[in-house]
């Protein structure tokens, strides 16, 4: 079946930096990906839509200049979770639709980002 | 706008007993129902979704869920569970407005644990 791939799965970084997370359609065109964010024992939250080569969509409430989103080809999103704080520590997950298969949604594995 | 409702934080059952698992949502313009499950540190699986057509919609892992459009449900049913069946499922709404360029909803999620 279809992969979608998230690199780091785990990573820290210290209060103050950036730090870029990937999400790669492995083995299929993503006409879009989605990035959520997913706090323990709670639910997905939207952050934001990305479309290859356009402006990502964001969310109500989430800050386009603290999280930049670069869709740069048809299977690479990226995440930058820029000057990190404590309060940024989150599961991140992304999912890309599969243009060749209706638009399918997969999901990736998720990377977790600890900021200390 | 949407929004899901999944009553049961928890659910314990035990092994080779039947579940159901229960979603409500809430939407002013007719939707796409989803069911997600997912395992520890792992990202999202499709268990099975409605479209249209057969309110009965059979998924993976011998999962079943019913979209009855009075009650605004999509309960997830098992008739008989397995430990493998123990992880996070999560219920989740897409407007049709959306559907080609999914924008899903998520409930909070339901955490079931089978007790051997």
């Known amino acids: 079946g279809a992969v979608v791939s998230q690199h780091p799965s785990r990573v820290i970084c210290k209060s103050g930096t950036s730090v870029k997370i990937e999400c790669r359609s492995l083995?299929?065109?993503?006409?879009?990906m989605f990035w959520y964010r997913q706090f323990p024992k709670q639910s997905l939250m939207l952050m934001a839509t990305?479309?290859?080569?356009?402006?990502?969509?964001?969310e109500q409430g989430v800050e386009k200049d603290k999280f930049l989103i670069n869709h740069a080809s048809l299977t690479l999103s990226t995440l930058t979770v820029t000057s990190a704080h404590p309060e940024d520590s989150s599961f991140y997950i992304c999912?890309?639709?599969?243009?060749?298969?209706?638009?399918?949604?997969?999901f990736g594995e998720g990377s977790w980002l600890t900021v200390v | 706008a949407q929004s899901v409702t999944q009553l049961d934080s928890q659910v314990p059952v035990f092994e080779e007993a039947p579940v159901e698992l229960r979603c409500n949502y809430s939407?002013?313009?007719?939707?796409?129902l989803f069911w997600y499950v997912q395992y520890p540190n792992q990202g999202l699986q499709l268990l099975l979704k409605?479209?249209?057509?057969?309110?009965l919609v059979k998924g993976i892992n011998g999962f079943e869920a019913e979209f009855n459009k009075s009650q605004t449900s999509f309960h997830l049913r098992k008739p008989s569970v397995h430990i493998s069946d123990t992880a996070e499922y999560f219920c989740?709404?897409?407007?049709?407005?959306?559907?080609?360029?999914?924008?899903?909803?998520f409930g909070t999620g339901t955490r079931l644990t089978i007790i051997p």
């Open positions: 083995d299929f065109q993503a006409t879009t």
């Open positions: 939407s002013s313009v007719s939707v796409y």
């Open positions: 989740a709404v897409s407007d049709h407005t959306n559907f080609g360029n999914e924008k899903l909803t």
């Open positions: 999912s890309a639709a599969h243009r060749d298969a209706g638009n399918t949604i997969y």
């Open positions: 990305s479309n290859e080569g356009s402006k990502a969509t964001y």
């Open positions: 409605y479209l249209s057509g057969s309110t």
